[in-house]
């Protein structure tokens, strides 16, 4: 994935986290929570900026919402991996449950080519732009599957488990939310080939 850090997924099985771990417990996770805001927080931030719009400040607030999550219930997260594929999880989460502010959409892999808003009067800021302002129309549940298709990489199957819903009704937010942004935008050629692949998927 050129341009954008790819995020780590959780341990395969999706292990139950325990709770109430006590000060054993606490003693154990804490040393993990503190390596993972001092090496992990800009590409969490990151990655809730694409929830955000790109809003930094408001990313900050999902990252730091989603570690009060994560970590409130002394839950034993012992590898910074594991923890931050916890944690990018709690960001959807929130967002997905009602996180509600202003929002302007950041960029998404397939969908525009920079990863960043920068000042510019070039056309493929331009379009960028165009893009995001396309995105910011759509509701939180299909953006999510849209994040969760073109930047994560996810099958339908993956993106019904993380956002607890229906394989038909992912397969629908994706097919309406690419509908959507292409009125908008006019056609969009890698992401027609995104969904051709997930009609196909587990036919």
């Known amino acids: 994935?050129?341009?954008?850090?790819?995020?780590?997924?959780?341990?395969?099985?999706?292990?139950?986290?325990?709770?109430?771990?006590?000060?054993?417990?606490?003693?154990?996770?804490?040393?993990?929570?503190?390596?993972?805001?001092?090496?992990?927080?800009?590409?969490?931030?990151?990655?809730?900026?694409?929830?955000?719009?790109?809003?930094l400040r408001d990313a900050d607030d999902l990252v730091q919402e989603a570690l009060v999550r994560t970590f409130a219930r002394g839950r034993?997260?012992?590898?910074?991996?594991?923890?931050?594929?916890?944690?990018?999880?709690?960001?959807?989460?929130?967002?997905?449950?009602?996180?509600?502010?202003?929002?302007?959409?950041?960029?998404?892999?397939?969908?525009?080519?920079?990863?960043?808003?920068?000042?510019?009067?070039?056309?493929?800021?331009?379009?960028?732009?165009?893009?995001?302002?396309?995105?910011?129309?759509?509701?939180?549940r299909p953006r999510a599957c849209v994040v969760l298709r073109f930047y994560d990489d996810l099958t339908v199957a993956e993106i019904a488990e993380r956002l607890g819903l229906a394989r038909g009704t992912v397969k629908r937010y994706l097919f309406d939310a690419v509908a959507e942004l292409e009125a908008l935008l006019g056609p969009l050629p890698d992401a027609q080939e995104e969904i051709a692949l997930v009609q196909e998927e587990e036919r």
Do not use: K, N
């Open 76 to 140: 034993p997260l012992r590898e910074v991996a594991a923890a931050e594929a916890y944690v990018r999880q709690a960001i959807l989460r929130v967002f997905v449950d009602g996180y509600r502010r202003r929002r302007t959409w950041g960029t998404v892999r397939h969908l525009a080519g920079v990863s960043a808003v920068v000042p510019s009067t070039d056309a493929g800021t331009d379009a960028a732009l165009d893009v995001r302002a396309a995105l910011a129309t759509l509701r939180p």
């Open 1 to 55: 994935m050129v341009g954008v850090e790819q995020p780590r997924r959780p341990p395969a099985g999706g292990a139950p986290l325990c709770q109430g771990a006590g000060v054993a417990g606490r003693s154990a996770w804490a040393p993990v929570l503190d390596r993972l805001v001092r090496e992990r927080r800009p590409a969490l931030v990151r990655y809730a900026a694409l929830l955000t719009g790109g809003d």
